[in-house]
């Protein structure tokens, strides 16, 4: 499927989702931000204590998993698996939390382990993550152009005419 503008494709990605689904997603998205920051300690709260310090890309990694995930559900359709979205959702609050206040990591794994080989690389499964959510958002709107009369949307000439 080729577009000629970018400006089209725009307008047809948003002609597909609803006022109220855009709205859903950006509560999604901002109640997201704010819980997974929260039980994650990037910030300070009276709730959680980080015992790792946390890096600058955490809050960068959670602000793009924040919007996939608001994306995702602003763009999802009932019918469609949510496996995709799920998976990188977990490996990505893994990858932004404390290794060592994470509970099951620490029963699993032990302190050591964790400190030595993954806190190292708990940015790069943070990143992976984020990529995994993407490739479900990517998925799941080519899935959304598939549906019965999406191929009447792209068919008929866009309006210049303002909304």
């Not at 994306?71 to 959702?89: E, M, N, S």
Request: hydrophobic content about 55%; some cysteine; charged content about 15%.
């Amino acid at each position: 499927m080729m577009f000629g503008h970018k400006e089209e494709l725009w307008q047809l990605i948003l002609s597909n989702v609803s006022p109220r689904q855009w709205a859903k997603g950006a509560a999604v998205a901002l109640l997201t931000f704010g819980s997974l920051g929260t039980v994650s300690a990037l910030w300070n709260n009276p709730l959680f204590m980080r015992m790792t310090p946390a890096s600058g890309w955490e809050i960068g990694l959670l602000a793009a998993l924040s919007m996939l995930f608001g994306l995702y559900v602003a763009i999802r359709h009932p019918a469609c698996a949510d496996r995709t979205a799920g998976v990188g959702g977990v490996i990505g609050f893994l990858g932004i939390a404390c290794p060592v206040c994470n509970k099951i990591l620490l029963l699993l794994f032990g302190g050591e382990l964790l400190l030595t080989y993954f806190e190292p690389a708990r940015i790069y499964v943070a990143a992976a993550g984020t990529a995994i959510l993407a490739a479900a958002v990517v998925l799941e709107w080519r899935r959304g152009l598939s549906l019965p009369g999406a191929a009447d949307r792209m068919a008929r000439p866009l309006s210049r005419e303002p909304i």
